[in-house]
């Protein structure tokens, strides 16, 4: 006997989301080099991704963040990014909610004649699992099930 579930009813509406925005600010090299050498950093991020909205009150949010991260020194050694980026998931099923984000940043380090002097490797990560119980979106002490942050920094 064979049965027929029927037509689907599901529905989803499918939003590419992208952005750039560069900051320019000073500040130290996190982990590699003294604390007290500030250069002046400048980073452009570009977000592209998509939001998906299943019309039922849930929706994901799917992307890739990339940086271009530049940091001049006052002696003229600057500090250049290759892959740079945080890969980003989130989804909302009200009331449970899922957020996860892994960063993966790889620096040079230059002599001011371009000449490569070192590296700066950065693997990081983010998640977290709650139960919105209060309907307020804020993951309040007690709905949260599941957390846990990791940073690896390595100097070469």
């Known amino acids: ?29 996190e982990g590699c080099l003294p604390g007290d050498l500030v250069g002046t950093v400048t980073v452009t991020e570009t977000f592209t991704g998509q939001v998906v909205d299943t019309g039922k009150n849930v929706f994901t949010v799917h992307g890739v963040d990339n940086f271009d991260y530049h940091m001049t ?16 998931a989130f989804v909302a099923n009200p009331p449970h909610t899922v957020f996860n984000v892994v960063t993966q940043d790889f620096r040079t380090f230059y002599a001011a004649d371009g000449t490569p002097t070192g590296t700066l490797t950065i693997h990081a990560g983010n998640h977290l699992t709650y139960i919105d119980t209060n309907g307020n979106h804020i993951p309040d002490p007690g709905e949260i099930s599941a957390q846990f942050d990791y940073v690896r920094l390595r100097c070469g």
């Open 1 to 29: 006997m064979v049965i027929s579930a029927g037509p689907a009813q599901a529905q989803a509406t499918v939003t590419p989301v992208s952005f750039t925005q560069t900051e320019t600010f000073t500040a130290p090299l």
């Open 73 to 88: 020194l006052p002696d003229g050694r600057f500090v250049q990014s290759g892959l740079n980026r945080d890969l980003v």
